[in-house]
């Protein structure tokens, strides 16, 4: 074993699967090998756990994540597979292709993964070691590539080590990965949308499904792409109520989303309150960001009103989401 900052790495193993399972159990994040890249993995059900991620990466904007699950079986624990998508599960799981399917009733990963959406995107990586820490651990994990938010995609553990060394919890050096490109990602909606051209070519996908997928004009995944049609894209969440942004006072009837310890003036007669976080922690925040918008909008006030939230590290994210959803649904 050597550390470097804090970061430890461990070759791949029995010894380095159960540490991996501590680590994730106790909302800490783990880089680890896929057959496409290295995915830096956290307990998807820990929305703290999952805003750490965008901490480590340096992410501006919360991108809903890809959710890594052992088997079909566990994946229908969280989101739903129609004939289409369950065809396509079962031609090519394990491996390089992501379904994106609505979210179960009851599914425990947090608002914070899925950017609050009502779809979730759903992996089984087929890398034995991936496989082994998914089965062993039981709860899905959250893993987008592991490197600093911009940079290319991790092949190698080294690659990891030089991006995130110092800002996670443990490196898995299963050596490197052969695919290099991340996996394929396909909209599971009536029309099957290819929306990441990745691992898997399209053509096999088309070949399972008997018919071709909806292409989109640029990268679908990215913010700046324009719908093809209402609903086929992951389209941002936004709630029903008007939002206020940077709010110093509160109007009587206004709903309160707010940040830190001193309340603005006005704040009693808000309709309800949700505090972000008291202690002005940022990553707590975040993770309770998406969950407090839904329990506001949900209390039928017409202005959700929330408070100044610092521009910096998470903030920054955070805001952007903040920004999205002041302007509504896009
Ligand atoms: O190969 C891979 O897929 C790697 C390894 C680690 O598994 N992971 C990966 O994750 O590439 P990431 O976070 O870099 O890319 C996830 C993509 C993003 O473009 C995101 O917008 C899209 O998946 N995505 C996630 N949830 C979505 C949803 N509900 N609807 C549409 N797109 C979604
Ligand atoms: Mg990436």
Wanted: charged share 15%.
């Amino acid at each position: 074993m050597n550390t470097a900052l804090g970061t430890t790495i461990l070759p791949a193993g029995e010894a380095a699967t159960r540490e991996v399972a501590r680590v994730l159990g106790s909302g800490g994040l783990v880089a680890f090998p896929t057959e496409t890249v290295y995915g830096l993995g956290a307990d998807a059900t820990n929305a703290t756990a999952v805003a750490g991620i965008y901490q480590a990466k340096g992410r501006p904007s919360f991108n809903p994540l890809i959710s890594h699950v052992s088997d079909l079986d566990q994946a229908r624990q969280i989101g739903v597979f129609d004939a289409q998508a369950a065809a396509l599960a079962t031609a090519f799981w394990p491996g390089p292709l992501t379904l994106v399917v609505p979210k179960t009733k009851d599914c425990p990963v947090a608002e914070l993964a899925t950017a609050g959406l009502e779809t979730i995107a759903i992996r089984v990586p087929a890398h034995p070691i991936a496989r082994e820490i998914l089965k062993t651990f039981g709860r899905p994990v959250v893993a987008p590539s592991a490197n600093i938010s911009g940079h290319v995609s991790p092949t190698s553990a080294a690659h990891v080590e030089s991006d995130l060394s110092g800002r996670i919890d443990l490196i898995v050096d299963g050596g490197p990965v052969n695919v290099g490109v991340e996996s394929t990602i396909v909209g599971c909606f009536d029309e099957p949308v290819l929306l990441r051209p990745g691992g898997l070519p399209r053509e096999e996908i088309e070949r399972v499904l008997g018919r071709p997928l909806v292409q989109l004009p640029h990268d679908a995944a990215s913010d700046s792409v324009q719908p093809l049609a209402p609903g086929m894209l992951a389209s941002h969440y936004a709630p029903r109520a008007r939002v206020r942004l940077n709010a110093t006072t509160i109007e009587p009837g206004e709903a309160l989303l707010a940040f830190g310890s001193s309340p603005p003036p006005g704040a009693s007669n808000a309709a309800a309150v949700m505090n972000l976080s008291a202690r002005s922690n940022l990553a707590e925040a975040a993770a309770n960001l998406f969950g407090y918008l839904r329990v506001l909008d949900a209390r039928q006030a017409h202005t959700i009103a929330v408070m100044p939230i610092p521009n910096e590290g998470l903030g920054e994210a955070i805001n952007d989401r903040l920004r999205r959803a002041a302007i509504g649904r896009d």
